[in-house]
Nanobody, 115 residues
Framework: QRRLVESGGGLVQAGGSLTLSCKANGIIWSVFAGSTMGWYRQPPGKERELVASITSSRATNYADSVKGRFTISKDNAKRMGYLQMNSLRPEDTAVYYC??????WGQGTQVTVSA
C-alpha cells in the first residue's frame, strides 16, 4: 500500500489553474503533522526538482520559478497536502510528486500545460 496518493493532475491551457492533492494513508498523524511535506516535479527528460515545501511549523519555501504562482498547504487533521497552481505555463509540464519527511513518496500525477 502506497503511503501517499496524489490526485488532481490533468491537461490545462497556459494561464489556467490546477490544485493537486496528496492524501497520506497509513502515516500516523504525529508523523504527518511533525514532518516537512514537499511537492516535487520531474519534467520530461529532466531530473526531479523541488517545487515547494512546508514545514511542521508551516514555514513555506518555493522554487524561484513558481514563486507568486503556486501555494503549498497541508491539513494535518485530514492528513492531506495541497499544491494550488495558478498562471500555469508550458514549462510547468511534469509529473508531480508529494513527499513527507524525505521518506514517503507518492506515485505521481501528470500535469500537462498546453501553449
Amino acid at each position: 500500500q502506497r503511503r501517499l496518493v496524489e490526485s488532481g493532475g490533468g491537461l490545462v491551457q497556459a494561464g489556467g489553474s490546477l490544485t493537486l492533492s496528496c492524501k497520506a494513508n497509513g502515516i500516523i498523524w504525529s508523523v504527518f503533522a511533525g514532518s516537512t511535506m514537499g511537492w516535487y516535479r520531474q519534467p520530461p527528460g529532466k531530473e526531479r526538482e523541488l517545487v515547494a515545501s512546508i514545514t511542521s511549523s508551516r514555514a513555506t519555501n518555493y522554487a524561484d520559478s513558481v514563486k507568486g504562482r503556486f501555494t503549498i498547504s497541508k491539513d494535518n487533521a485530514k492528513r492531506m497536502g495541497y499544491l494550488q497552481m495558478n498562471s500555469l505555463r508550458p514549462e510547468d509540464t511534469a509529473v508531480y510528486y508529494c513527499n513527507v519527511g524525505d521518506q514517503y513518496w507518492g506515485q505521481g500525477t501528470q500535469v500537462t500545460v498546453s501553449a
